[in-house]
C-alpha cells in the first residue's frame, strides 16, 4: 500500500469518527431537551391543578389566609419562571408551599371527605409521580450525555464541537431534611 492511500484510510477514519461523536452528542443533547419538555408538561400540568386546589380548600379553611395566599404566590411564579434553573426552584417552592396546604387538609374532616378535594389530591399526586419520573429520566439522559463527552477521546473533541457537561436536577436543601413524623 502507498503512503499516501494509507493517510487517505486513516484521515476518513477520523471524518467517520468525528461525525459519529458529533451525530452521538446532537442526539444526546436532543433527549435531555425532550426530557426537560416531559417535566416542564407535568409541571404546568401542576400548575393547572393548583387554582381548583385553592377554591376547595378556601370553603373550608377560611381563616387559613396564610397558606392560600403561600401556594397562590408559588402558584404565579411557577408560571412566571423562564428557563430551566429559574423553573426548577419554583417547582421546589410550589412543592413546600403545596406539602403545607395538604397538610392543613388534616385539620379539617369535611375537606379530607370532599369528592372534589379527594380527586383534586389524587390527580396531584399523580402529577407529582410523574414529575419525579420526568425529573428521573432527564437526569439519566443527562448521565449519558456527560459520560460521552467525558470519555476517552470525545474528551478532547467536545468542547471544539460546541458540547459542554449538563448539570443534574438535584433536590434542594429543603427537600433533604428529615422529615419529621408525629402521630400525636
Known amino acids: 500500500m502507498s503512503p499516501l492511500l494509507v493517510i487517505g484510510a486513516i484521515l476518513l477514519l477520523l471524518i467517520i469518527y468525528v461525525w459519529s461523536l458529533y451525530n452521538g452528542l446532537v442526539s444526546l443533547k436532543a433527549q435531555i431537551e425532550e426530557a426537560w419538555s416531559q417535566i416542564d408538561v407535568q409541571l404546568k400540568r401542576r400548575a393547572d391543578l393548583i387554582p381548583n386546589l385553592i377554591e376547595t380548600v378556601k370553603g373550608y379553611a377560611k381563616h387559613e389566609k396564610g397558606i392560600l395566599t403561600a401556594v397562590t404566590q408559588a402558584h404565579k411564579a411557577m408560571l412566571a419562571a423562564r428557563g430551566m434553573d429559574s423553573k426548577a426552584q419554583a417547582s421546589d417552592v410550589l412543592s413546600g408551599a403545596l406539602g403545607k396546604l395538604l397538610a392543613l387538609a388534616e385539620n379539617y374532616p369535611q375537606l379530607k371527605a370532599n369528592e372534589n378535594f379527594v380527586q383534586l389530591q389524587k390527580e396531584l399526586s399523580d402529577t407529582e409521580d410523574k414529575v419525579a419520573y420526568a425529573r428521573q429520566y432527564y437526569n439519566n ?14 474528551t478532547l473533541l467536545n468542547e471544539r464541537l460546541g458540547f459542554h457537561e449538563k448539570e443534574f436536577f438535584g433536590a434542594t436543601e429543603e427537600e433533604r431534611k428529615n422529615v419529621k413524623v408525629d402521630f400525636s
Open 141 to 154: 439522559s443527562v448521565m449519558e450525555f456527560n459520560v460521552k463527552i467525558r470519555t476517552f477521546p470525545n
